[in-house]
Each structure stands twice: as C-alpha cells, then as structure tokens.
C-alpha cells in the first residue's frame, strides 16, 4: 500500500468546490437542483439582514436559458461583494448563518460559481456600481460611480443576471418555470403587500396578496366548499418566535399542510406544525368541553392549513437540498401549543363552520 500524507490533501478554494461537487450543495444536478440557484437569489433578496424595505422584486426567465432577477431591496456594500462571492468560511453551507452576510454567503458561492456568466449591478444614494464574472471568477470588480442621470427602477435596487453553467448539470434540462412561479406565490403570501412581477415565455403576472397567508389559503381552496366564511387567521408568539397560521376546512375529506421557516419551504413539516396540530386538537377539546385533546383524525379530514414561523436565523438551520428542518431548540413545540392554544379557542368560539363548532 502506498503512503497517505498530508501532502497528498488538496484545498480546494470555494469556487472549484462547487464546481467540482455541485449537486453536494444543491441536492442534484437536475431540474430541481437549477430551480434551488433561483431559490438562493431569491432568499438573499427577501434576507431579513438587508434591512426590511423590500416592495417590489421582478423574476424574468429569458427564452436564451438566461435568468434576471431586480429587487428595490438595500443593496450588499460594493466593497464586500468580491468576498461574498467567492468565499465560504469554515463550515458554510447553504443556510448557515454567521456574521457578517454569512446568511447570503454560501448561497451567492453557489450561484456565480455555477454560472456560465454573470452581471450584478446595484445603485444606491446617487451612486451605482457594477460586477461582471464567469465560473464564479471576478472580471470586473465593482467601483462605485454617480449614476449620472440613468434611468433606474426606483432609488436603490439590485440586479442580478445569469446563465447558469449547463455543463455541470443533466443534459437538456432548463428552468422550470411553473416551480418557480409556485416559489413566487409563496413569498407573496408570506410577506404581504410584497408585489412579485413573474415573466417567462408562457407566463407574465404580477403577484400580491394583501391579505398574505390568508389569501394563499384561498387559493388553495379555489375549487372546493369552504365550510368557514373566511381563512382563519391567528398569530403567537414563544420567546423570539412568531408563528402564523391561516386554515380553512371545507367539505372534502383530503388535508394539506404547508410550512415555511423565514420563508423557507419544510415539505416535511418540523417541530413548529407539530405545536400547531397539538394546539388545535387542544382547542377543540375545549370548545367541546372535553378534557382530553382531540385525535388528529377528527379535525384532519378537509383541513388546509398553513403555518410560517418567524425566528432569528441563528435557531434554525436547514438542509437546501432536502428543505428540512434539520435543527429547532428544544421545547419549541410545547410551547408553540401552549401559546397558540388559547388564541385558538378564542377565535374558534366566535365563527362557524369548523369541527369543534358546538352542535347546541
């Protein structure tokens, strides 16, 4: 057997990691794994660390295979996109976070790393800035500038154009544009009032849900027989959690859950919809007055639910590549019950329609 030293260890910076292993950040090299380049863009630009004045955010997909994505959102400083960029620190992934920009750090890597070519350009208090590269290389480092007189979108805003590097992913795949649009009805429903403009070749709207979650939940139950007049609406908060829930039952007997966290999709749910279901088994048994909570069999059939929990980043961490909640503090599901469940019993006593309704 030959010797293995320390000399045969190769570092790999960041950029070629990805590069060489990229479905190890993305999941996969398919369909699904290109859609996630879009879902990092799109979850830097809806990062709580930007500073909250998000409006407006504008998705194009080009019929060149291209992708532009303009937001009005504060941009990243020009002097620490070089870094951002192309570096990842000691255990970044996607998702991770760690100051300073840490939470858009392994996303960005990821997606100008994979990127045949690539432009950002951002403007901001009279000035303007650009940045050009290929394969997550720099070519054209960004220097802040006047802006001159140019004709932009609104006082400061950010955009980011790329065609994404197809070699590195199946043959023959592009994006698909019905999953993004579906990404982009989520965010428009998680952060009401947010107006989403969604552009490919089949497809052009303009998105906004006024009433957020609400308003996602009819939709869901477009073509079925509310029982409620109306979503159910209710929020709690446990510690610096915030946990929002709309729901709605109507006359079939199929269920659908959805749950985000900071405006990440769960498809396999996690301890927050477990609180959520523990407390409205327990607010049934109390409208009823019953002293045991419910089974889920009893208020499950014909439930559209939707939970999105809002908590400071460095509780959570999640695996992009699966979508699951990989890691909550303990605890957090007895106490999203037991604040959610009295909120429930109050707003359940005052409305009809549901299964806890008293039949006196």
């Given at each position: 057997m030959?010797e293995?030293?320390?000399?045969?260890?190769?570092v790999?910076?960041?950029?070629?990691?990805?590069r060489?292993?990229?479905?190890?950040?993305?999941?996969d090299?398919?369909v699904?794994?290109?859609?996630?380049?879009?879902d990092?863009?799109?979850?830097?630009a809806m990062?709580?660390d930007?500073?909250?004045?998000?409006?407006?955010?504008h998705?194009?997909?080009?019929?060149d295979?291209?992708l532009?994505?303009?937001?009005?959102g504060q941009?990243?400083?020009?002097?620490s996109?070089?870094?951002?960029l192309?570096?990842?620190r000691?255990?970044?992934?996607p998702?991770?976070?760690?100051?300073?920009?840490?939470s858009?750090?392994?996303?960005?890597?990821c997606?100008?790393?994979l990127?045949?070519?690539?432009?950002?350009?951002?403007?901001?208090?009279a000035r303007r800035w650009?940045l050009k590269?290929?394969?997550g290389?720099?070519?054209?480092h960004p220097?802040?500038e006047?802006?001159?007189g140019?004709r932009?979108p609104g006082?400061?805003?950010?955009r980011v154009k790329?065609?994404p590097?197809l070699t590195?992913?199946?043959p023959?795949?592009t994006?698909d544009?019905r999953r993004l649009?579906?990404?982009c009805?989520?965010?428009?429903?998680?952060?009401?009032g947010l107006r989403i403009?969604?552009?490919?070749?089949r497809l052009?709207?303009w998105?906004?849900?006024?009433r957020?979650?609400?308003?996602?939940v009819?939709?869901l139950t477009l073509?079925t027989?509310?029982r409620?007049?109306t979503?159910?609406?209710?929020e709690?908060?446990w510690?610096?959690?915030?946990?929002r829930?709309?729901?709605?039952?109507t006359?079939g007997e199929d269920c659908q859950v959805?749950?985000?966290?900071?405006?990440v999709?769960t498809?396999r749910?996690?301890?927050?919809?477990?609180?959520?279901l523990?407390a409205?088994?327990?607010?049934?048994?109390?409208?009823?007055?019953h002293?045991?909570?419910w089974?889920r069999?009893?208020?499950l059939p014909g439930l559209t639910?939707?939970?999105?929990?809002?908590s400071p980043?460095y509780h959570?961490?999640?695996w992009?590549s699966?979508?699951?909640l990989?890691?909550?503090e303990w605890?957090?599901?007895?106490?999203?019950?037991?604040v959610l469940?009295p909120?429930l019993?109050?707003?359940?006593?005052?409305?009809?329609?549901?299964?806890?309704?008293?039949?006196r």
């Open positions: 030959s293995y030293s320390q000399d045969d260890v190769v790999l910076d960041a950029v070629t990691a990805v060489k292993r990229p479905g190890m950040y993305l999941g090299t398919g699904r794994g290109l859609s996630r380049l879009v990092f863009l799109l979850h830097a990062a709580e930007r500073g909250g004045h998000l409006q407006q955010l998705l194009s997909l080009g019929e295979g291209s532009e994505l303009l937001e009005d941009p990243l400083p020009p002097e996109l070089p870094d951002i192309t570096e990842m000691p255990g970044d992934r998702g991770t976070v760690a100051p300073p920009y840490a858009l750090r392994a996303e960005a890597v997606v100008f790393a990127s045949e070519q690539y432009e950002l350009e951002a403007w901001e208090d650009h590269g290929q394969a290389v720099i070519h054209e220097t802040p006047p802006l001159q140019a932009l006082p400061r805003g950010t790329l065609t590097d590195l992913f199946e023959g795949i994006f544009a649009h579906l990404r009805r989520e965010l428009a429903g998680l952060r009401p403009h969604f552009r490919s070749a052009e709207e998105i906004q849900y006024p957020g979650l609400a308003d996602l009819d939709e073509y027989l509310p409620m007049a979503p159910l609406v209710v709690a908060r510690e610096d959690f915030r946990v829930c709309a729901l709605q039952w006359a959805w749950s985000f966290v900071n405006t999709r498809r749910g996690g301890s927050h919809v477990q609180g959520v523990d409205l088994g327990a607010a049934m048994a109390r409208l009823r007055r002293k045991k909570p089974p069999e009893r208020f639910l939707i939970v999105a929990m809002d980043a959570c961490e999640w992009y699966q979508q699951f990989f890691r909550t605890g957090l599901r007895d106490g999203v019950a037991s469940t909120v019993v109050e707003a359940l006593r005052n409305i009809n329609g549901h299964p806890g309704q008293s039949t």
